[in-house]
């Protein structure tokens, strides 16, 4: 019977995330139809939380901003519990978002109305793409986890946070970046950078560009043959095979679709947008996982080490976007010192928390 309702594009199994479930005949939900089959349509509620979803991932958003962003407004998640980064990759990686489900072989067995537009579709699997490929696997909640690297061994420093208690009984908090190595290179350059002082040393690094305009890079995938392929199956198997008029028709299908197999593989394309807005400003505007987001995107990296004693840290910064250009010079000790006396100053004032 599934089988038949498959080869018929009619539904088996739940409505994802987005959809609902309605007749295929009446188009009710639910469907009170008693020889009516089913298949799936957009969800008045759901399918506008999706749209909302890619919306705020294209503008620049990790999946775990997008998340906190979702359960704040109170938006039903597919599991009724609070959203994840994970749930949200789930969501945004799905064909059914383009009106499509697939068998485990990769073979459309069901089409119906879509909530995005391929054009849509296919830049947010290009966004997602490229965060992947420079994100890797970033673990923490500071501004710098992913971004800070150790200026010794050019190894990833881990965010660390310490409580210990003096000999008077007052307690000592420390957060900062820790170069730990892994399990088969332990790091032996001990380089320990207090948080504070390096995440505001970045800020105030990037309110500097004020005469760099800043640039989205989004890579466009090629057109996947995929999509051309179906449809030529979609209407070879709406052909009847028993009838021979049809066979001069299914022979021209077969020629198309062996075309399409030997065309060369479609190329990317990096498409660049000018925002007309300075990096400066765009960064202002930005709360600190988005310009965490934002960091790790264009490739930047924050490099940090201690010079002497550990009395003065020397940091620097690299980027793979051509819009950084201008981080490439390395800070001199008397500019971070400058940047630390800004966070003691500031934890001075009335009504704000101190820095450790």
Known sequence: MQSWLRDNDYLVGRAPYGYRVIGA?????????KKDHKTLAPDPVTSEVVKRMVAKYLGGNSRRTVAIYLDAHGFPSPNGVEWTGKTIAKILRSETLIGKRRDASGKVVLRFEPILDLETWRTLQAAIDANTYRRGRVNGKGLLCGVAHCGLCGRRLHLHNAK????????????????????????????MIRAAGLETWVDQRMRTLTDVERVEETLIHGEDPREEL??????????????????????ELREQAEEISLRDKPKDELRRVFTGISMADH???????????????????????????????????????????????????????????????????????AVP
């Open 25 to 33: 005949e009446c188009g009710e939900s639910p469907c009170k139809c």
């Open 164 to 191: 210990t208690r003096n000999k008077g009984g007052s307690i000592y908090n420390w957060s900062g970046y820790r170069c730990n190595g892994d399990l088969k290179h332990p790091a032996t350059c001990g380089t």
């Open 230 to 251: 179906d449809r030529l199956r979609d209407e070879a198997d709406a052909l009847d095979p028993f009838n021979p008029a049809d066979d001069a028709r299914r022979a």
């Open 283 to 353: 960064w202002a505007a930005l709360d600190p996982q988005e310009r965490r987001a934002m960091l790790l995107e264009d490739g930047v990296k924050v490099y940090a080490v201690k010079d002497g004693r550990g009395a003065e840290i020397r940091a620097w910064m690299e980027a793979e976007s051509e819009a950084y250009v201008t981080l490439t010079r390395q800070v001199s000790p008397a500019e971070l010192r400058a940047a630390e006396a800004a966070i003691r100053e500031a934890t001075r004032r009335p009504g704000v928390n």
